[in-house]
């Protein structure tokens, strides 16, 4: 009977030695912009247009700026109306080989004459879209480094940026046995001291790999920033809750 009752406390004790304890610690980072556009010149010259303003919103496709392209207006406008003339001869020709007044020969340099100006109107409309400068996202300008008359003086000059602030973006350095538990597609809580707000957060990405110093994994998360007035540039903060079993 002692042998069974101290048995029993052996155990109850070992059991009371593993129980979990838990522990938090807060991980915070900055919002920001999902994307950030600079939009370059594909070449230097000179800028006749700027259509938006910083601060302004703007869609795909929107034009921001447009560099001097009068020179390829001209070239483009005298292939159109070559082409509208080698079309009609095409077509005069046509009629004539059926009353046998011209040659398949005649027809065929016609038809040849008449692709290559429709590539050559291809060509200018392409180099007038290229001085076009658009954005390739929804978002705002957040920057117009040139004013019109102005010139940019080389390729991939920076003329303008544009950022995507639908969704926010958020960067944390988590410990590597907090960020394997988090894969794409998880939902998580954050906190935001600025306003006493909280939102849920997408994870987006979990690095497959740590840092070699201080053995943290990156782990990128978005949020819609219509959500509790968030902006760029605001704390965000991560509650990492761990339970451990102490030894």
């Known amino acids: ?101 011209a040659s398949p020969q005649e027809i065929e340099r016609a038809e040849s004459d008449l692709e290559i100006t429709t590539l050559r109107v291809k060509r200018a409309e392409a180099l007038i879209e290229r001085l076009t400068l658009t954005t390739p996202i929804d978002g705002v300008v957040t920057e117009l480094r040139y004013d019109v008359s102005e010139s940019v003086p080389g390729a991939n000059s920076h003329v303008a940026t544009v950022v995507q602030l639908d969704p926010l973006r958020v960067q944390f350095n988590l410990p590597v046995t907090a960020a394997r538990k988090l894969k794409a597609g998880d939902k998580v809580p954050l906190t935001f001291p600025e306003t006493g707000a909280a939102a849920e957060a997408v994870v987006d990405f979990v690095s497959p790999v740590s840092t070699a110093v201080v053995n943290t994994v990156r782990v990128t998360m978005s949020i819609p920033s219509g959500r509790s007035g968030l902006t760029a540039g605001m704390k965000a903060v991560y509650k990492v809750e761990e339970t451990s079993t102490p030894n």
């Open 1 to 101: 009977m002692f042998v069974r009752t101290a048995c029993f406390q052996l155990v109850l004790v070992s059991a009371l030695l593993v129980t979990p304890c838990g522990w938090a610690q807060d991980f915070s980072s900055y919002l920001e912009p999902s994307r950030n556009i600079d939009i370059s010149a594909p070449e230097p010259g000179v800028i006749t247009q700027v259509l938006v303003k910083e601060g302004q919103s703007v869609k795909v496709g929107e034009v921001l700026v447009k560099l001097d392209a009068r020179v390829i207006e001209q070239e483009a406008e005298i292939a159109r109306q070559e082409l509208k003339y080698k079309n009609r001869r095409l077509e005069q020709l046509k009629g004539l080989l059926d009353k046998k007044f």
